[in-house]
């Protein structure tokens, strides 16, 4: 500052002052582009390939949410889901993945809306369109995830771009193995996220995910039956209790009962109050290694909004595949080379190469 009392005019000092005011406002951005980035994915991997690519995503996914809010969730949802099972290479949309379309009956066969799959494939069709087949479908996963938290009220992020659709289909073993289960405490989630290099911090703003949407009875009801977890709210858990009367109803209840459809901090101050649903959120507050963080994020929403962004990022390239590596697809449930339509696709091609001859 010191350099500019020599110029002490008005308006060089308002210039100054809306300078400050703009790196301000900026903060949170020079927060997430500290993320690194992994090999391979860019801010602007199609900024040439397909220029309308964010913009297709954000203009469908308003349209869906004005009908139907709670399709935000389910999309934040898959994103979280195949990331964590082998990468997020789009496995988890395959059909014959253990939690894809086709096989809802392997756990965690609650959790994945049908819709956000459709709805997926049905960017997929837009985009490709517009851009040919040159957008996979697991940066489509990672953009609608994004405008999910966005358009629900949520920060603004860039998601680092170039993800390749994996090869490789999700067993039911590692679906089981590498999504925390609700009923999980603090330790088993700190122990299991470190293997992904994501630390305290990070869980628990991860966790914040749970600012939108529903679960299930039978994913909370070892909390009431046969005895009551005792780090429950008790008006909370006798509402519960009448949402549930049975340990199997199959009935569902909001995730964040401050404002279940609105993204924000109001997920932990539920926690301090007592009101988390799942065991793996509400002893977040209980413990005492992330009791501090969850308190900062129900003080501090901006805080809170600038964690989940750093950590969403660092989710968001989990063991990607960049470059030659997996492929395109052109349906987000089959591999190319299952799919029967390229296929004869080809051989129509082919044949009409042949006739030339
Ligand atoms: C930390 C470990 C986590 C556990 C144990 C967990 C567990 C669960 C469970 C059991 C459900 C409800 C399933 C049902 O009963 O229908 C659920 C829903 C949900 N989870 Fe998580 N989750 C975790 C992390 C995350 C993360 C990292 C995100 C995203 C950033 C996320 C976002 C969501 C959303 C949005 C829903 C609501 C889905 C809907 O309404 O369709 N979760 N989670
Ligand atoms: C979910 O999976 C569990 C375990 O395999 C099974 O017992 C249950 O019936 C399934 N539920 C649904 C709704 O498919
Ligand atoms: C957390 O859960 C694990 C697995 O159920 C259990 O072994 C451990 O004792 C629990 N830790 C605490 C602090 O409750
Ligand atoms: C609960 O399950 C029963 C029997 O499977 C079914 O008839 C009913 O429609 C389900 N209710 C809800 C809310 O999904
Ligand atoms: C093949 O094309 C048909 C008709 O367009 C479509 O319904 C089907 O889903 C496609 N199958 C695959 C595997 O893309």
Request: glycine share 6%; net charge negative.
């Amino acid at each position: 500052m010191a350099g500019f009392t020599s110029f002490p005019s008005a308006s060089v000092l308002i210039w100054i002052s809306s300078l400050l005011l703009a790196s301000y406002a900026c903060a949170s951005e020079a927060v997430y582009y500290s993320v690194p980035l992994v090999n391979g994915l860019s801010w602007s991997f199609y900024e040439s390939s397909c220029p309308k690519l964010e913009s297709i995503i954000r203009k469908k996914l308003a349209k869906v949410f004005k009908k139907d809010i709670g399709q935000a969730a389910g999309l934040l949802r898959l994103h979280f889901h195949d990331c964590f099972v082998q990468g997020c290479d789009a496995s988890v949309l395959l059909d014959g993945s253990a939690s894809g379309p086709s096989e809802k009956d392997a756990p965690p066969n609650l959790s994945l809306r049908s819709q956000a799959f459709e709805i997926i494939d049905n960017l997929r069709e837009r985009v490709h369109k517009k851009c040919g087949c040159v957008v996979s479908c697991a940066d489509i996963v990672a953009l609608a995830a994004r405008d999910s938290v966005y358009l629900s009220g949520g920060p603004e992020y860039d998601v680092p771009l170039g993800r390749r659709d994996g090869l490789n289909f999700a067993t039911r073993e590692t679906t089981l193995d590498n999504l925390p289960a609700p009923s999980s405490n603090t330790s088993v989630l700190l122990t299991e996220l470190a293997t992904k290099n994501l630390d305290a911090t990070d869980v628990v703003a991860l966790s914040g995910g749970h600012t939108i949407g529903i679960g299930h009875c039978t994913s909370f009801a070892s909390r009431l039956y046969p005895t009551q977890d005792s780090t429950m709210d008790q008006t909370f858990a006798k509402n519960l209790k009448e949402i549930c009367p049975t340990s199997d109803s199959n009935a569902t209840t909001v995730l964040d009962i401050r404002s279940p459809n609105k993204f924000d901090n109001k997920y932990y101050v539920d926690l301090m109050n007592r009101q988390g649903l799942f065991t793996s959120d509400q002893d977040l507050y209980t413990d005492s290694r992330t009791r501090e963080i969850v308190t900062s994020f129900a003080l501090d929403e901006d805080l809170f909004f600038q964690q989940f962004v750093t950590s969403m990022i660092k989710m968001g390239q989990l063991t990607v595949l960049t470059g030659g590596e997996g492929e395109i697809r052109a349906n987000c449930f089959v591999r190319n080379s299952d799919n029967v339509n390229l296929t004869s696709a080809v051989e129509e091609e082919d044949q009409e190469a042949h006739s030339e001859l």
